[in-house]
């Protein structure tokens, strides 16, 4: 009885129905709450949780890891919020501080001030760290337009990754090797997007980059980062096939690639295709590799301004989405992009136009939980133990 009490009223609802059609309850329902509430605001939705545990404590309770994107200056100015990332996450990934500009500031001159430092809190503190991320079209250097040239751009990439992954060799859970490679709208026969590394070196710049990662680090997880491939649209759908074809690909060349990592940007707007979704990540699994979702938060700029429609949808989107991925076996862990709204890239990449401050993340702008919290909390509760 005490355990009735503590069900969702739709729970209750499907339990009843499966008692009497004699179909396996819990299996069943999590493909019964997509189909039902995915998409806009429902307020019949309460994402009650039980007892006040942390969302790592209920993730290691399946065998999963629950993490967030942390930034050095937030992190090091302001210790109730290194104490809620403390309190919540067992890994955490420098949102910026391993990428080109900040850890490579010249060809020659490597800086790893910041993310040793949020290496060493992560380490201090008992929790994971992963790394973000190697190699990608963006966020390069000022030095490297006029610096890197096809003769030397394959000793310029790899002099990075021995570097940079050997400083943490041993000490890291997992390095995004290579970040949005895909761009189908490109037109290319491979499917990939522009990208300088493209231009210089080819196509083969992707198996290049896992070689050298390897290498530097055999024990490190090799993870390829992919963004929109989620939603139920044309495009998300184009990105899907893409990545299968890229990551088939490169095991078949037996290219060290372990793990597919799922940004889910998630737009609070759009619909989830829970069957499409479910059948890319059992593709995915099928090819050996391990799924982490990587950077996940729900923009809400195109969502009403009433904040609790707002919070409800956001909460939504996070427990229609985890249901699916949690059901897959080959996820592992699960990281936000920033844990509360204080810290959020979407101040300034997603801001509403109405001006009202934007509510992506699990924690509120006062460290608070809200309902997104309850979401993820609800969604571990609910995953099979791996
Ligand atoms: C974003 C950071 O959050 C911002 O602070 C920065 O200004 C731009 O990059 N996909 C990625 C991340 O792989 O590196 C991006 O991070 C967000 C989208």
Redesign the pocket.
Known sequence: MHQNWLLTRRRVLWLGLATLTGTGAIARETTDRNQQNQGLDNPERDFKVVGKASLKERAAAKGLIYGAAANYPALSSDPKLAARFVQECAMIVP??ELKWPSIRPGPDTFDFTKADWLANFAHTHGMLFRG??LVWNQ?LPPWFKDTVNSKNAREVMLKHIKTVVGHYAGKIHSWDVV??AIWPEYNQPHGLRYSPWLDLLGPDYIDIAFHAAAQADPKALLVY?G?FLEHDRPEDEKRRVATLKLLEGMKSRGTPVQALGM?A?LLGEQKLNPKKLKAFLHDVADLGLKIMIT?MDVKDDKLPLNINVRDRTVAGAYEDFLSVVLDQPAVIAVLT?GLSDLNT?YK??GARADGSPVRPLPLDAQLKRKLGWNALAYAFDHAPKR
Do not use: L, M, T
Request: proline share 0%.
């Open positions: 949102e910026n973000h991320n966020a970040n949005e980062n963004d940004e940007h950077e992009w890239w300034v990449w």
